[in-house]
């Protein structure tokens, strides 16, 4: 049965206090601190690899850190994180010695986005609240411990240090962390996924770390059909973290792993009217020129193409549009 998330989470319960938040300074990589009195979100971008690490000198701009993207409100420490890949031990040191509260929230529960979760310090330590939330498959403890318990890890989700609680998310509209989180299930492979459109007042992002839209039809360009949950989550957002596993020419031939190809995502923010795109889940070989490469191929969009790497930082609504 799934449980309501509404449960724990409220926007006063998941923020940290006051004095913690100035302690924070700039994620490792990121830019300076904020701007005084200019309300906003930061987005810090923890990790941006597919599938599996992928560290090497080829790889050092954009990182070698699976899935992991981190919001905080205005002025505040992160509060949510999206998805617990290898990517989530950069943000330990964002919290500069105080306990994360807030939540992780899940797309899916594929390596790549489990794998960092016991090794978020800031969030396994005493004082901690955590909420994490999946998508609804059965009690979530027992789901998330099926790749987190011995034999294939020392210690459980529940032997993790710190008052943590485990929901099972259902689609639909729900205020986590201080966030209205829309959760709607896009097509993958090997397990159920969301994508997300997280809102702060008129700031938003949507996330889309893992999608295979060509499972509902090839769409106008082969590349995958454009449709009504993919669209409704990307809606005019400020920011579409997508995923770009494949150029374009490679999607053909592995297009039965469960990704997107990079020109989906662009025209998906195109036809959304995102306002910026960020290719995201880069595929394990694909070095920093070749991303660089990928990324020069779409100076023409509609909508302005980055990139996803390692350590950016994006301030709402002045690190968007340009
Ligand atoms: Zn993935
Ligand atoms: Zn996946």
Redesign the pocket.
């Known amino acids: 049965m799934a449980k309501s998330p509404h449960d724990h989470a409220s926007r006063d319960a998941a923020r940290p206090p006051r004095e913690a938040r100035h302690g924070a300074g700039a994620p490792p990589g990121g830019q300076d601190g904020p701007r005084g009195g200019e309300a906003r979100v930061r987005v810090t971008v923890c990790g941006a690899r597919?599938?599996t690490p992928s560290p090497g000198p080829e790889h050092l701009r954009y990182g070698g850190h699976t899935s992991c993207v981190a919001l905080a409100h205005d002025g505040e420490l992160p509060s949510l994180v999206l998805d617990a890949g290898t990517g989530i031990r950069r943000l330990t040191p964002v919290f500069d010695g105080h306990a994360f509260t807030g939540a992780i929230v899940f797309?899916?529960l594929?390596w790549?986005?489990t794998q960092g979760l016991p090794f978020f310090a800031a969030a396994d330590r005493p004082d901690s609240q955590v909420d994490v939330y999946l998508p609804a498959q059965g009690d979530p403890v027992e789901v998330l411990a099926r790749t987190m318990s011995p034999p294939h890890f020392p210690i459980t989700p529940e032997q993790l240090r710190g008052t943590w609680r485990f929901h099972a998310l259902e689609p639909g509209a729900h205020d986590i962390a201080g966030f209205r989180v829309l959760a709607r299930e896009i097509p993958?492979?090997?397990?159920r996924?969301f994508g997300y459109r997280i809102e702060d007042g008129p700031r938003s992002i949507a996330y889309l770390?893992?999608h295979c839209p060509t499972v509902l039809g090839a769409g106008p360009d082969g590349l995958g059909a454009y449709h009504e949950a993919a669209l409704e989550l990307a809606r005019g957002c400020d920011v579409l973290f997508h995923d770009a596993q494949y150029t374009d020419d490679e999607l053909a031939a592995r297009a039965d792993f469960?990704?997107a190809a990079a020109g989906y995502a662009v025209r998906l923010g195109e036809e959304a009217g995102a306002r910026q795109v960020l290719l995201f889940?880069h595929d394990p070989p694909r070095t920093d020129d070749a991303i660089d490469a990928l990324v020069a191929s779409y100076a023409g969009a509609r909508v302005p193409v980055a990139g996803a790497s390692e350590g950016l930082v994006i301030d709402l609504p002045s690190g968007t549009g340009g």
């Open positions: 597919g599938s797309g899916h594929h790549d986005h993958h492979k090997g397990g996924t770390s893992d469960g990704h889940h």
